[in-house]
């Protein structure tokens, strides 16, 4: 499954920014239901029996029913074919939840036989089906479990759940599964664990006037029931875990084919989609291809009659679901309209489609064993959706923006004491282990990957891949599984010899069961070239975790006398808390460590060899011989450093000063993201914030220099997303040019004429935001006939810009109308929008909330997220107090929200004490500007000077490996 990641990385950020344009909050109720799960080991059926089959006949009742029938209701007959597994077994347990059981016998040879109970329920809680037998089950024998019930069409998109749509018939009802990750027990009784694999035989009766329903497997036969309806029944699957089945009843029809009956691939939607599944359907065919050859696997020969369709959902809770032959999307994220959708969303289709197709061998073919090592899953799913995408659609760059997108996002949510390892998350609170589990588990379980992909060299890495899919094909997988299978592959290949022939276990054991990452502070000898490299655990806010641990470190470096940033083999591993490399020259010289962030860690330097880096980056030839993602790299571990405190923030806008003369895209985007976060921690002081925001333009100028304005439909792909993302930016902290540009093309707009898709993110915004309330209604008119889901999410994205105050209450009015005005998968896309779209707009809300606050929690359930938000952005004690006051007046009525203010009000305190500690430090900067700082004595080499700087960065360094030193001996004592 692809979870909307992206969305919690910048905390507090002041601006719309880079996530606005990502549409992807993270399903909270998800990553609840998986953390119940992995902590209670009740959750877990018995393995006394296990199901080889599944024969479920479903009929599904929409709102044209006659009683004694109820609207949105299915009735089901099951029949599940199970063996014991052992002795004296007397009990079958299974799931089921939210089903009346009619019927439910168990026959052996068709003979039924004696069982304990008449009647059957789905326990609460575990949601368990428990049949027990007089007698004990017979071992080698195979049982038939019949079950007749009656099921409803779920309203909150999960398990067998309605949704509706408009086509040009008009309003539609139709329904649609969502099984991961126990959500199948909705539709049938099932043994619905991941390691229960089985074969399905589906069969649905629908309305006649409906299209021809849609499962994993195409349709073996049809037949016209006594009542009219039409039965079709679809192709044994594969060997499956039951979240990996799905079925849509629909009027969909086929908007894009390929035509190939040998490789049938096929797109379904409304029928009014038009050609916008073409994408997805070329870049599809090209991805499964590319896929097939990587695994040489080929994915039309895992089952007889298999073919490949992708379904486009008006509600869906996750991004995009990989079920077998019939991956399921949000329509914002696989019907791409070229005219009218934006360049993040022709790559997000591209690479969610590859996440899913990857799916195929890495998930369902081989399935993890259990949700805690989902990573064996959604790691491999996550990197190939940018490995793999990058080798078949090379123009859309997501080498690049791996680094920003994944690596760097990961590693900050990874930095906090309270994250959790890859292997066996079960071990935090449920409030902090939402948003990590995601990113932790797709988004560094990508990068460990991607770094090990280096470590054995892409071919060796390829080979043990290959061994581990067909070890494991059809079944489950452990992570040992994975390790052995590169293993075997390092031996054959040599690959590891160099490394004192350590082993995949040993090294990826240290990546995948401790969690965190290093920072690696590198320390150079300039006279003599001796480096000397020390590991410590790193945390984001005061750089030294209080549990240390070491990794095993595959190390790259590069200097500048012979730069090569290209070759990514390790030249060795660190596994000690301090090791001496020697740089092999002696005098000046720059090192970078990690080239092209290949590895899963953090690099801090000594003061010369800053000075030295900065120098280069500021110069316009030399700038370019260092990577573009090392660039990239550059900006986010300075920004990162000085958040910690490591590193002074005068001291790392000095070294940031090379943004002027910088237009690439990997250090822009890690710029904006660091900028943002500093941005909503100064913008409790509005003249430091602008101090801020005049730096940034300043900034600005290589990069508006190189990009312009205006979308000229010919830039390289690349060029027309980073100008999107620049000018959001941009106009955001007052740019004057761009809102200009914003504010010319709005007005354009609204007289009728046509705006590049990729320009409508901040010409809507800024738009807005200049505009008049009139200008709000004719945007909201538009947004209210607006039918391609891509471009209702950047409308709703903008509509918080507007800084009339009666369009942010028509606005949040429609939040919470209860109309579907906007889909419950956008509601919170809708919150992120209106409380940051102007610094005004909190306290807006705030009194907005106070009139509407029974409305909220009537329709919403709760408060929370309104509360949560209002909280991160109160700017000053008055208004915290006045917050605080009402959460107090209310807290019955706001229930569980009134803990969550809480909590973000203590966030917001603390948040506001660290801007007041960190002034000093912006100030400075914006004082007195760059400053080329002095080389320190270097002895012999009669280099340097008299630093001026009273307390140089490298003394806090030195303190801190000294305290993380301290701390790992003690830790190691106690052990
Ligand atoms: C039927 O099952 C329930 C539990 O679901 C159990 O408490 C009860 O004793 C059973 N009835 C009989 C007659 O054994
Ligand atoms: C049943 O299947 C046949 C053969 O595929 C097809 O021609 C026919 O249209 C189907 N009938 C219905 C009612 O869908
Ligand atoms: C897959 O391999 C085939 C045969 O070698 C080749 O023709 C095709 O271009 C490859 N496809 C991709 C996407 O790499």
Not at 244 to 259: K, M, W
Not at 405 to 432: G, I, K
Not at 949 to 968: C, E, F, M, Q, R
Request: with cysteine; glycine share 6%.
């Amino acid at each position: 499954m692809v979870i909307r990641w992206f969305t919690f990385i910048l905390g507090a950020a002041l601006l719309q920014s880079l996530s606005a344009l990502s549409p992807v909050p993270i399903p909270e109720d998800e990553w609840t239901e998986y953390w119940r799960m992995l902590r209670d080991p009740a959750y877990r059926l018995p393995t006394t029996t296990r199901p080889s089959r599944y024969v479920v006949s479903l009929t599904p009742y929409f709102n044209n029913v006659t009683p004694p029938i109820e609207p949105f209701t299915f009735d089901g007959v099951a029949s599940i074919y199970i063996r014991p597994t052992q002795a004296n077994v007397n009990e079958i347990v299974m799931h089921c939840n939210d089903l009346r059981i009619q019927t439910l016998t168990v026959s052996l040879n068709n003979q039924q036989i004696g069982l304990v109970n008449d009647t059957y329920e789905c326990e609460p809680v575990y949601s368990f089906l428990r049949i027990r037998t007089t007698e004990p089950l017979q071992m080698d024998s195979e049982y038939v479990v019949s079950v007749t019930y009656t099921g409803r069409l779920q309203t909150n998109m999960r398990g067998f759940y309605r949704s509706w749509y408009r086509d040009s018939s008009g309003f539609r009802w139709m329904a649609t599964t969502q099984f991961q990750p126990g959500h199948a027990r909705e539709a049938f009784p099932c043994y619905d664990e991941p390691s229960f694999k089985a074969l399905f035989d589906i069969t649905i009766n629908r309305e006649a006037d409906f299209s021809p329903s849609i499962s994993n497997m195409p349709i073996r036969s049809n037949e016209t029931l006594s009542n009219g309806r039409i039965a079709e029944t679809f192709y044994t699957t594969p060997l499956t875990s039951s979240y990996l089945v799905a079925f849509i009843v629909s009027h969909y029809r086929q908007v894009s084919t390929n035509n190939n009956i040998n490789r049938p691939f096929d797109i379904y939607a409304r029928e009014n989609a038009g050609r916008t599944g073409d994408w997805a359907l070329e870049i599809g065919e090209l991805l499964l291809d590319a896929m097939e050859n990587y695994t040489n696997i080929p994915y039309y020969n895992m089952t007889e009659n298999i073919n490949m369709k992708q379904a486009a959902i008006p509600d869906f809770s996750a991004g995009a679901m990989e079920n077998w032959g019939l991956l399921t999307y949000r329509e914002a994220f696989i019907l791409y309209d070229p005219q009218n959708s934006n360049n993040f969303y022709r790559q997000r289709v591209a690479n969610i489609v590859s996440h899913e197709v990857a799916h195929m061998w890495f998930g369902n073919l081989v399935t993890c064993a259990w949700w805690d090592n989902l990573w064996l899953n959604e790691g491999f799913a996550r990197f190939y959706q940018y490995y793999l995408t990058q080798s078949v659609a090379p123009e859309l760059g997501y080498d690049i923006r791996f680094i920003v997108e994944q690596l760097q996002t990961s590693m900050l949510s990874d930095s906090v004491d309270s994250a959790h390892a890859l292997t066996n998350p079960a071990v935090n609170s449920p409030s902090s282990v939402s948003a990590h589990f995601s990113t932790i588990t797709y988004a560094r379980g990508a990068s460990v990957l991607r770094m090990t992909q280096h470590l054995l060299g892409e071919e060796t890495f390829v080979k043990g891949l290959r061994k581990y899919l067909n070890n494991r094909k059809f079944d489950v997988a452990e992570p040992n599984h994975l390790f052995e299978a590169l293993d075997e592959a390092a031996v054959e290949d040599q690959a590891l010899t160099q490394y004192n022939n350590i082993t995949i276990d040993a090294y990826f054991r240290s990546w995948s069961e401790k969690a965190g990452h290093p920072l690696l502070t590198v320390s150079i000898n300039q006279a003599t070239g001796e480096m000397i490299v020390t590991q410590s655990r790193w945390e984001r806010d005061t750089g030294v975790s209080s549990f240390p641990s070491l990794w095993e470190i595959p190390i790259t470096w590069t200097r500048a006398g012979a730069p090569d940033f290209n070759n990514l083999k390790p030249s060795q591993i660190l596994t000690e808390q301090v090791t001496t490399i020697q740089r092999g020259t002696q005098g000046l010289e720059w090192v970078i460590f990690n080239k092209q962030e290949s590895g899963y860690y953090k690099v801090n330097y000594d003061q010369n060899n800053w000075i030295l880096l900065t120098r280069a980056l500021r110069h316009y030839t030399q700038r370019i011989i260092i990577h573009e993602l090392n660039r990239a790299q550059i900006v986010d571990d300075v920004f990162v450093l000085a958040r910690a405190g490591v590193m002074t923030y005068d001291r790392a806008f000095n070294i940031l000063s090379f943004l002027k003369i910088e237009d690439a895209y990997g250090p822009w985007i890690a710029a904006i993201t660091g900028f943002n976060f500093v941005a909503g921690r100064l913008a409790y002081n509005s003249s430091n914030l602008q101090r801020l925001q005049d730096e940034i333009i300043n900034l600005s100028t290589g990069i508006t220099q190189r990009l312009g304005y205006t979308d000229s439909g010919s830039d390289p792909f690349m060029d027309g997303l980073l100008r999107m993302y620049v000018m959001t930016f941009l106009c955001n902290n007052g740019h004057t040019e761009c809102m200009a540009a914003a504010k010319q093309n709005f007005d354009s707009w609204r007289s009728g004429n046509f705006v590049p898709a990729n320009m409508r993110p901040w010409v809507y915004c800024s738009g807005l935001r200049q505009g008049t309330a009139e200008d709000f209604d004719y945007f909201w008119n538009r947004f209210l006939n607006e039918e391609l889901a891509s471009e209702i999410v950047v409308m709703i994205q903008a509509a918080g810009c507007t800084l009339n105050q009666a369009s942010l209450e028509r606005f949040l009015n429609a939040i919470v109308d209860g109309n579907n005005t906007i889909r419950p998968q956008d509601l919170s896309t809708a919150w992120s929008s209106a409380i940051s779209g102007n610094e005004e707009n909190a306290m807006r809300m705030f009194n907005w909330l106070r009139s509407n606050i029974n409305q909220v929690i009537n329709n919403l359930g709760s408060a929370a997220t309104p509360i949560s938000q209002i909280a991160s952005r109160l700017r000053t004690e008055a208004q915290i107090s006045e917050f605080q006051a009402w959460l107090d007046q209310n807290q019955q009525l706001l229930g569980a929200a009134y803990n969550t203010g809480i909590q973000g009000i203590t966030t917001t305190r603390r948040n506001l004490e660290w801007a007041q500690g960190r002034t000093t430090e912006f100030v400075k900067y914006f004082d007195t500007g760059y400053l080329d700082e002095e080389i320190e004595d270097i002895p012999g080499t009669g280099e340097g000077g008299d630093g001026e700087d009273g307390v140089p960065d490298s003394a806090n360094i030195i303190n801190l490996s000294i305290i993380a030193l301290i701390t790992t001996v003690a830790i190691n004592l106690i052990a």
